[in-house]
Nanobody
Framework: VQLQASGGGLVQAGGSLRLSCAAS????????MGWYRQAPGKQRELVAFITSGGSTNYAGSVTGRFTISRDNAKNTVYLQMNSLKPEDTAVYYC???????????????????WGQGTQVTVSS
């Protein structure tokens, strides 16, 4: 399973960006999909996640500004980021808790996969 993230960039404070992350491969199903971020010198932290049923959870620092959504038919998760602040600057990573077909073993396995990260920079 591969996750491809896109949509990062440079934006001024108060601006908006929309991140996308598409999963592909021998996917049987995806339960939780999420976004994490890691700023320089800091640990990776959860931004938001969404379950296959649409339940969401947000970090307190982004509540009311960010919205996570997903398209189950496309195995894609989105993060709409509004009212961006300089402290939102980080590399954003998507992940997915996926059940997939292992071609080597010929069975269904479960694993969490990560995307490659996309840089978000918010200037003051």
């Amino acid at each position: 399973v591969q996750l491809q993230a896109s949509g990062g960039g440079l934006v001024q404070a108060g601006g908006s960006l929309r991140l996308s992350c598409a999963a592909s491969g021998n996917i049987v199903s995806i339960n939780r999909m999420g976004w994490y971020r890691q700023a320089p010198g800091k640990q990776r932290e959860l931004v938001a996640f969404i379950t296959s049923g649409g339940s969401t959870n947000y970090a307190g620092s982004v509540t009311g500004r960010f919205t996570i959504s997903r398209d189950n038919a496309k195995n894609t998760v989105y993060l709409q980021m509004n009212s961006l602040k300089p402290e939102d600057t980080a590399v954003y990573y998507c992940n997915a808790d996926s059940r997939f077909i292992s071609l080597v073993q010929g069975v269904v396995r479960s694993q969490t996969f990560w995307g490659q990260g996309t840089q978000v920079t918010v200037s003051s």
